[in-house]
């Protein structure tokens, strides 16, 4: 048994955030064994170590961290479906143990009474580590030639889940979305118009800031990057895909789509604002244009599926200059704040 490296935090004291010496994970039957390969960092492990959102897998104060994983397979049980060397990606969330209907069901995502678990986030260690383990109905494979672009599979498989919700809600009528609106062009807002192109709509992403990668980035999926008011810009969308969690915009949407619209919500906000809305007119204006404003969050199975599947019908080098920065796992704490022109930050498990 040797000791090996994973990153191990206290949630709610940044100051605590380190590179730790662990056991080897212990042999588990039926679970592959996963040497980590890159890590990607999101605003859930900013809330986790800054803001004290999480929890440590019972009995213990510390959580190895990290849900955006990526790892080659270097033992797998007979029976599993994989290989040895096959590139996967672990799913963060696990059934509760009651378990709900949704649970039982492999719905995870759609947990009613709140005792899922997840992997570096609630009570489960995450994927922060030289050496992981994953049962295999919990391992994604993944086409080998995404390389290192695999590690982009959770966030995108959040937004295969909020596209799919939207397009079994438009079957609720004979016609069908034309023009689609991103709003936000982080990592989640470009997953969400890559989904759009990929379903051939004409997307439009809406960004505060031009700043950066992101309006090419854009452009390049052959969307249409804006920045501005959302009531300025000339479009009337069918769908949104709302990523920024900016809770005025929401009822800005819902005076700019147009009639039988889906709005989709994926963005949460750590903000308190407070803000006048006529609530009254805006209830008056969805029901009389029988607009849809919905929630989604996390992914099944199915989801992470759709993702790996739409990851690998995107333009590989386009995938690629996502991932901004890397950084050794030492550099976790200081990648948790982005500078002005990162989308995707990782870290190398190996360094």
């Not at 588990?28 to 900013?46: F, Y």
Request: hydrophobic share 40%.
């Amino acid at each position: 048994m040797t000791d090996l490296k994973a990153i191990t935090v206290v949630p709610g004291k940044p100051e605590q955030v380190q590179v730790s010496d662990l056991p080897d994970p212990q042999p588990e039957s039926g679970t592959l064994l996963v040497a980590g390969r890159l890590l990607g960092i999101c605003g859930t492990d900013v809330d986790i170590v800054d803001k004290g959102y999480g929890w440590p897998p019972p009995g213990r104060d510390r959580l190895v961290i990290g849900h955006e994983s990526l790892g080659t397979v270097v033992e797998a049980p007979a029976g599993s479906g994989f290989t040895t060397g096959d590139l996967v990606a672990g799913i963060v969330r696990r059934p509760d143990p009651v378990p709900c209907g949704p649970c039982s069901r492999g719905e995870w995502d759609f947990c009613r009474n709140g005792q899922y678990t997840e992997r570096g986030i609630k009570e489960l260690d995450g994927y922060g580590a030289g050496l992981w383990r994953v049962e295999p109905d919990f391992g994604i494979r993944l086409d080998p030639s995404l390389g290192d672009c695999g590690v982009l599979l959770e966030p995108a498989s959040v937004l295969a889940k909020a596209w799919e919700q939207t397009d079994r809600i438009f079957t609720r009528a004979t016609w069908r979305p034309t023009v689609a609106l991103v709003t936000g062009a982080g990592p989640i807002g470009l997953f969400a118009a890559l989904l759009g192109v990929q379903r051939g709509l004409q997307v439009h992403v809406l960004d505060r800031s031009d700043a950066g990668p992101k309006a090419q980035l854009v452009t390049d999926l052959g969307a249409t990057f804006h920045t501005g008011d959302v009531t300025d810009l000339g479009v009337t969308p069918d769908v949104v895909i709302e990523c920024t969690g900016h809770g005025p915009l929401v009822f800005e949407l819902a005076e700019v789509v147009a009639p039988d619209a889906v709005i989709c919500l994926t963005g949460i906000s750590s903000g308190t604002r407070t803000v006048a809305i006529g609530l009254d007119q805006l209830n008056k204006a969805m029901v009389l244009e029988n607009t849809v404003l919905f929630g989604s969050v996390n992914a099944g199975r199915r989801h992470y599926q759709q993702a790996a599947d739409a990851l690998t019908k995107a333009d590989r080098r386009w995938l690629e200059r996502l991932i901004t920065r890397r950084v050794p796992m030492s550099g976790f704490a200081d990648a948790l704040h982005k500078n002005d022109d990162d989308v995707k930050v990782v870290v190398d498990l190996n360094t």
